[in-house]
């Protein structure tokens, strides 16, 4: 059975998004994420927009501050505890935070387990369909983020989160999202969208060839 990719532009840089072949998303990378996926035109990969359609709407409402909760089918392979910890991600809120420590306890993990927890939410094939950005440390620190802080950050921000140079306590309610609107535009005849943020910002392409 073939998997389908196509490749997105959005005010975070590229993204790369993978499906089976029954339509559900597999994964969501970025250049230079640890993990990411990688991909490559063959008897598996196909290059293909169709099956992205709703997810390259739905992420475009995101980045406008028009969406708070996607709405997508998503099959992540995992550890079951790998599996549990994705899951206990999508039931943290936009504009809010939380915490390794609470997901540790959400997923009925012992503190000790908690470095565990970490290695799980940094293994999460979905980037921002499944919010592992809202996990912050218990000091109200960014700490790691597979997709780099600086994709955290403007998350963050998008979402209303940040407050000045920081971040708002762990559970704490957002700001007003951003309003603005980008304008999501697709290219004839090609695997890639674009979501195009008010600001431009320098294109980059995703790599999409495995050794």
């Given at each position: 059975?073939?998997?389908?990719?196509?490749?997105?532009?959005?005010?975070?840089?590229?993204?790369?998004?993978?499906?089976?072949?029954?339509g559900?998303?597999?994964?969501?990378?970025?250049?230079?994420?640890?993990?990411?996926?990688?991909?490559?035109?063959?008897?598996?990969?196909?290059?293909?927009p169709?099956p992205?359609?709703?997810?390259?709407a739905?992420l475009?409402?995101?980045?406008?501050?028009?969406?708070?909760?996607?709405?997508?089918?998503?099959?992540?392979?995992?550890?079951?505890?790998?599996?549990?910890?994705?899951?206990?991600?999508?039931?943290?809120?936009?504009?809010?935070?939380?915490?390794?420590?609470?997901?540790?306890?959400?997923?009925?993990?012992?503190?000790?387990?908690?470095?565990?927890?970490?290695?799980?939410?940094?293994?999460?094939?979905?980037?921002?369909?499944?919010?592992?950005?809202?996990?912050?440390?218990?000091?109200?620190?960014?700490?790691g983020y597979?997709?780099?802080?600086?994709?955290?950050?403007?998350?963050?921000?998008?979402?209303?989160?940040?407050?000045?140079?920081?971040?708002?306590?762990?559970?704490?309610?957002?700001?007003?999202?951003?309003?603005?609107?980008?304008?999501?535009?697709?290219?004839?005849?090609?695997?890639?969208?674009?979501l195009?943020?008010?600001?431009p910002?320098?294109?980059?392409?995703?790599?999409?060839?495995s050794?």
């Amino acid at each position: 059975m073939p998997a389908y990719w196509t490749e997105v532009a959005s005010p975070v840089g590229p993204l790369l998004l993978t499906a089976a072949a029954d339509g559900a998303l597999t994964s969501l990378s970025v250049p230079g994420q640890k993990g990411g996926r990688t991909v490559r035109d063959g008897d598996h990969w196909r290059a293909d927009p169709g099956p992205f359609r709703e997810a390259v709407a739905q992420l475009g409402a995101y980045f406008a501050g028009e969406l708070t909760a996607f709405r997508l089918p998503l099959r992540a392979e995992g550890t079951a505890f790998r599996t549990k910890v994705w899951d206990a991600l999508d039931a943290v809120p936009y504009g809010t935070t939380t915490t390794y420590g609470a997901i540790a306890a959400r997923v009925g993990a012992s503190r000790a387990a908690v470095r565990a927890v970490g290695g799980a939410i940094g293994a999460n094939p979905l980037l921002i369909l499944r919010p592992c950005h809202r996990v912050i440390g218990a000091d109200g620190s960014l700490t790691g983020y597979a997709g780099g802080l600086e994709r955290k950050t403007r998350l963050l921000a998008l979402e209303g989160v940040l407050e000045g140079e920081g971040v708002l306590g762990a559970g704490q309610p957002a700001n007003t999202a951003p309003s603005h609107a980008p304008v999501i535009s697709r290219q004839a005849n090609s695997s890639v969208s674009t979501l195009q943020p008010p600001e431009p910002i320098a294109d980059r392409t995703a790599a999409t060839a495995s050794p």
